[in-house]
């Protein structure tokens, strides 16, 4: 995905983001940060041509989003799964819901079968292709929203806040089969607020009035504890329970997750 120079505007008037410059290269787990207002969402609309730029441009696998002949392309490439998985859960079974992606691309059976087997594995929910989507958890919920972007085979999966409804026990079996997911390859754009989901990710960039303004490995952003507050933003709790340690005097590295903490802490009392 790459913006250049790109800007938009809901009503004509006020630009969400304007002067946009962002590239994500194939491969790569890139997590967008930011306030509300700050075009994170609005961003992720335009890398699946949900919306198009009214200045500049953005291109996706090379392609103009704005050129209606690679929308088809584009959409079936790049996969947005949103925060409430209702608004994409269309069928009352499982293995219906997954399917209905791939199914209106033309995909034939026998492999819609098994886009649909493999991507219900993918997520951890192979055995319940026959359960009700109306009673299920709303971590399975979204893991269902996840293999019907999934079974579609998209290079790119846009996460807009795809874990803030979920209890941590299932913000936690979603953050793995991300990382799985991207251990195999896949492009990652992630949205969220949680700082220690942020922490695993390959890169971060941070969005403030639709303007970059923070941009770099995990470790080097989220340690920024002035800018990011400036930001309204928090560090992640192990890099200010570290950052606090350091003001006490306890030689700690600067940790921005809680096994590095853990580590260091364990580390340190050895040397006792």
Do not use: W
């Amino acid at each position: 995905m790459d913006a250049a120079d790109a800007g938009f505007t809901y009503d004509g008037e006020h630009f969400v983001f304007r002067h946009l410059n962002l590239t994500v290269p194939r491969g790569q787990f890139v997590c967008l940060l930011g306030g509300n207002g700050s075009g994170k969402s609005t961003l992720a609309k335009h890398i699946n041509a949900l919306l198009t730029p009214d200045e500049g441009a953005v291109r996706v696998f090379g392609c103009d989003t704005r050129d209606p002949e690679s929308t088809y392309f584009i959409r079936s490439n790049a996969g947005l799964v949103f925060q409430n998985p209702d608004d994409q859960i269309v069928a009352s079974l499982i293995e219906n819901d997954v399917a209905f992606g791939p199914e209106n691309l033309g995909i034939p059976n026998p492999e819609l079968r098994e886009r649909v087997t493999r991507a219900l594995k993918e997520v951890g929910l192979q055995g319940f292709e026959e359960h009700e989507t109306c009673a299920l958890s709303g971590g399975q919920k979204q893991r269902v929203a996840i293999a019907g972007v999934l079974a579609m085979d998209p290079a790119i999966l846009v996460l807009d806040e795809a874990t803030a409804m979920l209890d941590p026990r299932g913000r936690a079996g979603l953050m793995r089969v991300v990382r799985d997911l991207h251990a195999a390859g896949m492009t990652v754009v992630m949205i969220t607020h949680y700082m220690e989901e942020a922490a695993c990710a390959e890169r971060v960039v941070v969005l403030d009035g639709g303007e970059v303004r923070l941009d770099g490995t995990p470790h080097e952003v989220l340690i920024q504890a002035r800018a990011l507050r400036a930001l309204s933003l928090e560090v992640p709790f192990a890099c200010r329970l570290s950052l606090e340690l350091q003001a006490r005097g306890v030689p700690v590295a600067t940790c921005i997750t809680d096994d590095a903490l853990k580590e260091e802490l364990c580390a340190l009392r050895s040397k006792q």
